[in-house]
Structures are given as structure tokens and as C-alpha cells.
């Protein structure tokens, strides 16, 4: 079955961190550009890390705090997200592009919701 699948979403206190995992199945992520987005409720949907190749890029809204990276090997692209702010609340989700409105994606994964609390 060919598909993505995020985990790693969960309860955070506020500067804290987690690690999103976005894996892939029945397809190399090796060959695809990767990017992570977010969506609060009522919100539009939010880019917040890319990776093609070797290049990665994270927007001013979360530089300095998310990292996103590759390992080719367990075919899986990660999101760390450290110093969590309340407002990094939101579903979590990784697909196929990093630009879906000009290349939409092949692929989504189904989500996984992040929630920064005390």
C-alpha cells in the first residue's frame, strides 16, 4: 500500500520539544520533495519545513526551532521542533511537495495533532 504516515504528535508543555516522523510506504521518500505543513482550527494550512535533495528550508515563523531532515535508510523525513510556543498548536502534516497550491501532491499522510499546553 502506497502511503505516508505521520506520528509522533502529542501533548507538549511550552518550550518543549518533540519529534514529528513522516514515513513512507510502498515508495522511496528519497526521490521526493518533502515538506511539513500545519493547520489550526480555523486557520489556513501553514508550510513550516521543506526538504528536496539536500537543501532544507523552515519559514521565519519557526526558524531557529524546527529542523527538518531525511534518513533515506528507514525512509523517513523528520520535523524537530524544540522551544514549542502555544501557538505551534495545530495538525501536523507531511506530503509530496512544498508548494501544494503550484505542485499539488502525489501524496498526503493523515496527520497527527500537536497540542503545546501547560
Known amino acids: 500500500q502506497v502511503q505516508l504516515a505521520e506520528s509522533g504528535g502529542g501533548l507538549a508543555q511550552p518550550g518543549g520539544s518533540l519529534r514529528l516522523s513522516c514515513v513512507a510506504s510502498?515508495?522511496?521518500?528519497?526521490?521526493?520533495?518533502i515538506g511539513w505543513f500545519r493547520q489550526a482550527p480555523g486557520k489556513e494550512r501553514e508550510g513550516v519545513a521543506c526538504i528536496t535533495g539536500r537543501e532544507t528550508y523552515v519559514p521565519y515563523s519557526v526558524k531557529g526551532r524546527f529542523t527538518i531532515s531525511r534518513d533515506s535508510v528507514k525512509n523517513t523525513v523528520y520535523l524537530q521542533m524544540n522551544n514549542l510556543k502555544p501557538e505551534d498548536t495545530a495538525v501536523y502534516y507531511c506530503?509530496?511537495?512544498?508548494?501544494?497550491?503550484?505542485?499539488?501532491?502525489?501524496?498526503w499522510g493523515q496527520g497527527t495533532q500537536v497540542t503545546v499546553s501547560q
Open positions: 510502498g515508495f522511496s521518500l528519497e526521490a521526493y520533495t
Open positions: 506530503a509530496t511537495t512544498c508548494r501544494p497550491t503550484v505542485s499539488p501532491a502525489k501524496y
